[in-house]
Nanobody
Framework: QVQLVESGGGLVQAGASLRLSCLAS????????MGWFRQAPGQDREFVAA????????YYRDSVKGRFTISRDNAKNMLYLQMNNLKPEETAVYYC????????????????WGQGTQVTVSS
């Protein structure tokens, strides 16, 4: 079982940057696909970004391409999401997630979830 703890959320103005971090438990971190999701009030949770176990492959939802960067440090069991030029509509709780393998749908890929960290972007 994997335990995930996110940090780094906060209140920022539109156009600002934030870096989210996720610390994972366990000794097999590099085997896991890792990802970030977000959920705004009253909306479904949506995929934001993901990375393969080695970090060599990354995936993004279209609306964040060029502004967000997902990365991982397998030596430290850490996952990151660098978010630049944030927009008010990106206000949400951001969740870190892990999965054993890529599946055809992002919603089916991830098995373990963190508790989330709030990101609020003011206009």
């Amino acid at each position: 079982q994997v335990q995930l703890v996110e940090s780094g959320g906060g209140l920022v103005q539109a156009g600002a940057s934030l870096r989210l971090s996720c610390l994972a438990s366990g000794s097999t971190f590099s085997r896991y696909v890792m990802g970030w999701f977000r959920q705004a009030p009253g909306q479904d949770r949506e995929f934001v970004a993901a990375t393969s176990g080695s970090g060599g492959r990354t995936y993004y939802r279209d609306s964040v391409k060029g502004r967000f960067t997902i990365s991982r440090d397998n030596a430290k069991n850490m996952l990151y999401l660098q978010m630049n030029n944030l927009k008010p509509e990106e206000t949400a709780v951001y969740y870190c997630a892990s999965g054993s393998e890529l599946r055809s749908r992002w919603s089916d890929t991830f098995d373990y979830w963190g508790q989330g960290t709030q990101v609020t972007v003011s206009s």
